[in-house]
């Protein structure tokens, strides 16, 4: 069970540029200089952040507060155009680009603008990453290594990818987009001592692989509630890639009643599947 982790804040990119144009300025020339998916989530974690009134671009960084990002392509777009460089001779190397084919640079930049001090985590589980972000920060909270983490799930695309996609046989229904959805994660106590708001409780969840109808049955036994008890149940947007379930969590909790139980259940072609409960505020 994740009982005492409460969601404070959340925000989401499809439209990266029109999301840019309202970050702040340090914000936006950082993203100028790096790879989409990182430019994704600066901007969606930024939103999440500022949403939940931990945004801060001075002083010391925070040791208590971090990240987690969830992506199933994370920097491909990056790395696809670093090789196809390669393939020009050793002397085309890029030095910038480079830089970028590190997985954890997303998690790293956002860190860096935002003074986040705590962990810094980057995970992969096909398109359900973005739920296991948040139940891997969810874990983290729980077990004292942070006060608060900014936690969600982005993908980029481009003509590399959907080359890629396309030659694997893994389109299924609409295009992948662009996208990324995050929320702030705090312990209840954390988030009580700030006054914050709180949108709602994350219940329990649960991982997977060619499971899906058991993943939901063992996150709602985490959260210790029935199927009958269930307010609304959703399954994520696959066009979204991993930032589909953090985006179907809070569009749930939005429309739920008072207090309901929301259940999110995704999976992904590769088989891996993932399930998350909460309770609206």
Known sequence: MTDGVVITGGGAVTALEDAEAALPETVRARGARVERVTRLVLAAGGAALDAAGLAAMDGPARPRVG???????????TNDAYARRLDMGAAAASPRLF?????NAAAGEL????????PAVTLTAGTVAGIAALGHASDMLRAGRADALVAGGADATGLGLSM??????FVRGAPPTDAATFVVLETADAARKRGASVAGTILGY?????DREDVAARALADAGVGPGD???SVRTASHMLAAGGPHALRGALANAPRGGVVLVVDACTSGHAA??????A
Request: hydrophobic residues 60%.
């Open 111 to 118: 860190g860096i603008a935002y003074r986040l001090g705590g």
């Open 206 to 210: 649960a991982l997977g692989f060619d």
């Open 99 to 103: 830089a970028a084919t590190v997985s």
């Open 67 to 77: 990240v987690v990002v969830g992506t199933a392509f994370g920097c491909f777009l």
């Open 230 to 232: 269930v307010a609304c």
């Open 164 to 169: 890629w996609i396309a030659a694997g046989g």
């Open 275 to 280: 399930a998350l409960v909460a309770r609206a």
